[in-house]
């Protein structure tokens, strides 16, 4: 496949592993931070981790779209849909995200609820117009890659005079998130995570451009690296990162030069600033409340807004008491580390969210990498 | 069953026709339907005996196999096939996968309330082509109808029954350590085809099923090696090559490891998947086998599959291993390692 099959050369992933070999410094160790569920899947996909020395280790970020919803939010999307009878519309990979009482959507379907995957919040505007007495409710979740296409939608909708269309707002941003990682005390107090840098997201990056991470370097002396979601952009990216270090450097670098520029898809940026404005505040899973770190719908588009339409109020839930995603979305502790991993909470049977998605960091370890925790003979 | 049209006042209307509770009730409307659409399309000197089950001859001292499937594919026609001929060649493979002949085919059919006769006759003329193609005939069946929302269209089960010669041992428990796992040919086109079609999906793609029945190409691969080199025949139909890997892994006890860069790929396939965040090792194959054989005999084996139209694309991708954990795993194309596991629900896309 062109485009694609260049960046998973074996003999260049080999060439840039032995460049990191080489230039790494064997006196220290070098944790990186991958902060998008992407790059998660890649390094695990690809078995990234076989071709890096041993000093080096890559934490798993908060990036996931599931993996930091809520079990709250999930409830406000199942109640809507069980108890208020509206066609709920949403992403595939939040059909298996553990809620309250033991259920998830894909459950709550089972139950008689009517839930809908889509590829686009254009699908559910397809499946609002075809059903004109029903109410259709997109659930609206993931970062700025997934936040124009929503406010899109809307737009659409206002166009079009459906009346029956609304959306589930539960957008984040990934500037806050890394904030919130920099400032937590496990970071920024104790050096308990020690996180010598980023790899910057992908997809995230094309939208906000790599601007928005010009901050953190500077401020928190933490080099940044934006990379593509492909095995050799992450390996290119962590060569880059090990450089910074060497060098005392601290600067976001863009290694994903084809698709990302330093400010962004404008017009995307314009359509979700018209369409959404920043919460005060908005629970992560994990994180717990992170200001500034979410999107609403803005008054304008309020009949749009199902929080409003519905007169939703969330309650926050906590986890499951042993279930440590939230220690594992801020890079406390590893996957394997939980109590629950492998045991009770496999993909099939996932209690907590880093389990659901392939892009979270337990789903990933368990369903690609854990051969690695038990010594495997050959034949 | 008498020349149809003389039977029955009019013949059904199978241009605008569709089919009605009365049709499903087991009176002179039932029997017509089963004369002018299904003995019409299957005829053959079995189902013509007239009665509810069907005699039989085997051959003398061959072992019987007997395997059923049901088929519930949405939608009912997709590129390179339909729900009939898949009906045929799903059933017809399992038996085949015991390295047995199948000789007949039981087919069971339920039907929604409203089904346009057409699209039914065009679903039998199919699965009666498939039939006729492999050489196996349909020799008893059953229709019911179900009310409207009932069904999905057309619901059909089929069962084969085959003959396997005295000393072929071939099961899911024989892998062994060394032993070489080849593929028939390039994976996920079936799964890639029916998704093309799918109302929230709809792109355009040349991708076609690979629906077929591989009888034969199974007796080429067999007379090409000693009888006991072939352990482990298996299609990889629903949860696609890796859930496969994984039932033979777990019966048989062993581990395996598989070269990423020699699985066969059509590049339409792997472009589909990498667009809609779906992995080819877990997409659906409906005409392609896996076949663990003792290494000494890949590559006649190789050979005898690559000489066959069904198996062109043959690969050799990998190797029987010692493993007490049961992993499949695999050297990724830029040689790092992963576990490559069962397939977990539904294969859901990812979101970016």
């Not at chain 2, 949405?74 to 390295?99: K, Q, Y």
Request: one cysteine or more; proline letters at 6%.
């Amino acid at each position: 496949m062109k485009y694609v099959d260049e960046f998973r050369d074996g003999a260049l992933a080999r060439r840039i592993g032995d460049n990191i070999a080489t230039e790494v410094d064997p006196s220290r160790d070098y944790s990186f931070m991958e902060f998008c569920g992407g790059h998660t899947h890649a390094i695990a996909r690809y078995g990234v981790a076989d071709l890096l020395p041993p000093n080096l280790r890559m934490i798993h970020g908060p990036g996931c779209p599931v993996c930091v919803l809520p079990i709250g939010r999930v409830d406000m999307a199942l109640r809507l849909a069980l108890d208020r009878g509206v066609m709920l519309c949403t992403y595939g990979d939040v059909m298996r995200v553990p809620a309250s009482d033991g259920l998830s959507l894909i459950r709550a379907k089972a139950l008689g609820a009517d839930i809908r995957m889509v590829y686009s919040p254009l699908d559910a505007l397809k499946l609002a117009g075809a059903n004109p007495g029903r109410d259709v409710v997109f659930f609206a979740i993931g970062f700025e890659t997934t936040t124009p296409p929503t406010a899109l939608a809307i737009r659409q909708a206002e166009r079009d005079g459906l009346e029956n269309f609304s959306v589930l707002c539960s957008h984040v941003l990934t500037p806050a998130a890394i904030t919130h990682i920099l400032e937590s005390p496990e970071v920024h107090d104790f050096r308990t995570v020690p996180i010598d840098g980023f790899v910057g997201p992908a997809h995230v990056s094309i939208v906000i451009g790599s601007r928005p991470y010009e901050g953190f370097a500077a401020t928190y002396r933490k080099p940044v690296v934006i990379a593509g979601f492909e095995p050799l952009d992450v390996m290119q990216a962590i060569l880059m990162l090990v450089r910074q270090v060497n060098d005392g450097r601290a600067e976001v670098e863009n290694e994903f030069t084809r698709a990302v520029t330093r400010d962004g898809n404008a017009r995307a940026q314009a359509m979700t600033a018209d369409v959404l404005e920043v919460r005060e505040t908005f629970e992560w899973r994990g994180l717990g409340q992170v200001p500034a770190s979410a999107l609403m719908i803005r008054e304008r588009y309020a009949a749009f807004d199902a929080e409003k339409r519905f007169e939703l109020n969330y309650r926050a839930v906590a986890d499951h008491k042993q279930c440590e995603c939230g220690a594992i979305l801020r890079g406390v502790k590893r996957p394997t580390e939980c109590k629950l991993f492998g045991n009770v909470c496999t993909p099939d049977t996932p209690m907590g969210s880093c389990m659901v998605s392939s892009e979270g960091a337990c789903a990933a370890h368990y369903s690609y990498g854990r051969f690695r925790d038990i010594p495997v003979v050959a034949a | 069953m008498g020349t149809p049209k003389r039977d029955y006042v009019r013949p059904l209307d199978l241009k605008t026709g569709r089919i009605d509770m009365n049709h499903g009730a087991g009176g002179r409307l039932s029997a017509q339907l089963i004369d002018e659409v299904f003995v019409r399309a299957f005829d053959n000197d079995f189902l013509r005996q007239g009665n509810d089950g069907a005699l039989l001859p085997i051959p003398p001292g061959e072992r019987l196999v007997m395997a059923t499937d049901a088929h519930v594919i949405f939608p009912l026609f997709f590129p390179g096939g339909d729900i009939g001929c898949l009906s045929v060649n799903g059933t017809i493979n399992d038996v085949a996968m015991l390295g047995a002949t199948p000789l007949y085919l039981s087919a069971s059919f339920i039907l929604e309330e409203g089904l346009p006769l057409a699209e039914l006759q065009r679903v039998v003329a199919s699965m009666g082509d498939a039939a006729r193609a492999a050489g196996v005939p349909i020799v008893t069946g059953d229709t019911k109808v179900v009310e409207r929302g009932k069904g999905d269209g057309i619901f059909i089960s089929t069962t084969c029954i085959g003959t396997v010669r005295p000393g072929l041992e071939i099961g899911g428990a024989r892998a062994r350590p060394g032993d070489a796992i080849l593929i028939s040919g390039t994976i996920g086109d079936h799964g890639v085809a029916v998704l093309s079609q799918r109302e929230s999906l709809e792109f355009e793609t040349t991708i076609e099923s690979d629906t077929a029945a591989l009888h034969t190409l199974v007796a080429a691969l067999l007379d090409a090696v000693p009888l006991d080199a072939v352990r482990v025949l298996r299609d990889p139909t629903r949860g696609g090559l890796a859930t496969t890997l994984n039932e033979i892994a777990k019966q048989s006890r062993v581990g395996m490891m598989l070269e990423e860069a020699a699985i066969p790929i059509l590049p339409q396939v792997d472009a589909a998947c990498e667009m809609l965040g779906l992995d080819p090792m877990y997409i659906a194959n409906e005409g392609k086998l896996v076949a663990i054989v003792d290494p000494e005999s890949a590559s006649a084996a190789l050979t005898a599959m690559r000489a066959h139209p069904l198996g062109r694309a043959a690969a050799l991708i990998g190797f029987v291993t010692h493993d007490s954990h049961r992993f499949v795993q695999m050297a990724s194309r830029i040689g790092g390692h992963r576990i490559v596991d069962w397939l977990s629900g539904e294969p859901l896309p990812r979101i970016c």
